[in-house]
């Protein structure tokens, strides 16, 4: 057995008997002699640094097969507590021992600075570092592109004002930069879909109208993309999803006297507008106009009896529909992603054209991201990613077992945490902003 296993050895037996005895117990004693023993005759020759790397422990290039006792146990129990390295100074002493146990047997979670444990247990022969460095690059990169797309989204909301703007006063508008926002939208979605699903959380309180829009293209997009649309149809698709309620500009929304007219005329006027543009697509004018139609025949504008609606306005039906039950009109009960995507499949082959239902519902998965959870040990997050198993997304966790709110929220892999999701939970019971936290 080599040195570097024999500190780990012993250790790992320290450790349990740390676990097991109070420390003036004689096993305690003699692990912790042991250690020192063995540490001692290890660092003879300088420090000892054991490097952990995908579940196994090494020193130098060497691994340490973990056919020893207690290796495995060391090493899960330096991972689950963040750390890359560990290393032990020549100077090792009973004090650094007992702080290197003890910090050791310390419960796992993303809270625990070992660093600053071991330190305050007076260890000074002790070298910790962190597989926190690679994370620190990750956390910044996603925040660097979370600020990114934030701001693609803040974009999409000016345009969007700037055309109702033209539309409210009969101007001649300008498509151009609305089909250039889409182009980004979709980019986006192919590369990061959660991201761009993250975004469709965001709820407009002043101007829901626009955030409507907006969020209706994002989810026309994700079923478009899901089934496969080459990206030029996608294109046609979001503009014509971005464009759904632009009738509703035309209306005065201070004016309560128009909300029916508006309520019933949109679709008409909407693709009174866009037909009067020189916009090549017609595809836009059709979903305008008829994005209300239920495939049984009901919504509106009336129509014949054999009448089809255009794929694309089969599609945005649903992504409408989604939008319009999770995030309804200021002050109106919204539902949950979940029981949106469980009433749209209700109203399939009534309302909604079945293969769509069907393929939006599998395409946002059984807990759609932005779902609000709790989980089996009573923490409580948001559904950030679907993941492999529809079962097991992955989870930002914001509040703690105990219901207070993380400094630092984090993300775990559900399959891998041993645990399950209980409920899903309105974010307005929480008061919370789900978006705020994708
Ligand atoms: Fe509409
Ligand atoms: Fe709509």
């Given at each position: 057995m080599s040195n570097a296993s024999r500190v780990v050895t012993s250790l790992a037996s320290s450790r349990k008997a740390a676990q097991l005895y109070p420390a003036q117990h004689p096993s305690y004693r003699e692990a912790m002699d042991a250690l020192l023993n063995t540490v001692s005759d290890?660092?003879?020759?300088?420090?000892l640094t054991l490097n952990l790397h995908e579940g196994h422990l090494y020193h130098e290039s060497a691994v340490i097969a973990d056919d020893a006792p207690g290796i495995s146990a060391i090493s899960e129990a330096l991972e689950a507590r963040r750390v890359e390295s560990l290393g032990f100074k020549p100077e090792f002493t009973e004090r650094d021992a007992i702080a290197l146990v003890d910090v050791l047997s310390l419960r796992p979670s993303p809270d625990l600075d070992v660093e600053?444990?071991?330190?305050?247990?007076?260890?000074?022969?002790?070298?910790?570092?962190?597989?926190?460095?690679e994370d620190e690059e990750e956390r910044e990169e996603r925040d660097r592109l979370r600020a990114q797309d934030r701001a693609l989204y803040t974009r999409l909301v000016s345009t969007m004002r700037t055309l109702s703007e033209q539309v409210a006063q009969g101007a001649t508008t300008d498509l151009g930069g609305a089909g250039e926002m889409v182009g980004s939208v979709l980019e986006r979605l192919l590369t990061d879909k959660s991201a761009v699903l993250g975004l469709a959380t965001i709820r407009g309180r002043d101007e829901s109208d626009l955030f409507h829009s907006i969020n209706v293209m994002i989810y026309t997009l994700t079923l478009g993309a899901t089934m496969g649309l080459p990206e030029e149809g996608l294109a046609s698709l979001g503009l014509s999803a971005l464009l759904h309620d632009i009738g509703k500009a035309a209306f005065d929304h201070n004016d309560p006297g128009q909300a029916d007219a508006m309520r019933v005329m949109h679709p008409t006027t909407g693709a009174e507008i866009l037909s009067s543009l020189p916009l090549e697509d017609t595809a836009p004018m059709l979903v305008a106009y008829e994005h209300h139609m239920h495939v049984d025949g009901s919504g509106s504008p009336d129509r014949p009896a054999?009448?089809?609606?255009?794929?694309?306005?089969?599609?945005?039906?649903?992504?409408?529909?989604?939008?319009?039950?999770?995030?309804?009109?200021?002050?109106?009960?919204?539902?949950?992603?979940?029981?949106?995507?469980?009433?749209?499949?209700?109203?399939?082959?009534?309302?909604?054209?079945?293969?769509?239902?069907?393929?939006?519902?599998?395409?946002?998965?059984?807990?759609?991201?932005?779902?609000?959870?709790?989980l089996t040990d009573m923490s409580v997050g948001v559904v950030s990613d679907n993941g492999e198993d529809p079962l097991t997304p992955v989870i930002r966790v914001v509040y703690d077992t105990a219901g207070l709110e993380l400094e630092e929220p984090f993300e775990l892999q559900l399959a891998e945490s041993g645990l399950r999701i209980i409920e899903v939970i309105e974010q307005d019971s929480l008061n919370t902003e789900v978006s705020d936290h994708l």
């Open positions: 290890a660092t003879a020759m300088g420090v600053h444990e071991l330190e305050s247990r007076g260890a000074t022969a002790v070298i910790v570092q962190f597989i926190e460095d054999d009448y089809v609606p255009h794929p694309f306005s089969r599609m945005v039906a649903v992504a409408d529909r989604f939008t319009e039950l999770t995030n309804p009109a200021p002050g109106v009960y919204g539902e949950t992603p979940d029981r949106a995507i469980a009433q749209i499949l209700h109203e399939a082959g009534t309302r909604h054209d079945p293969m769509y239902a069907r393929l939006f519902a599998k395409s946002l998965g059984v807990f759609p991201i932005g779902c609000l959870v709790r």
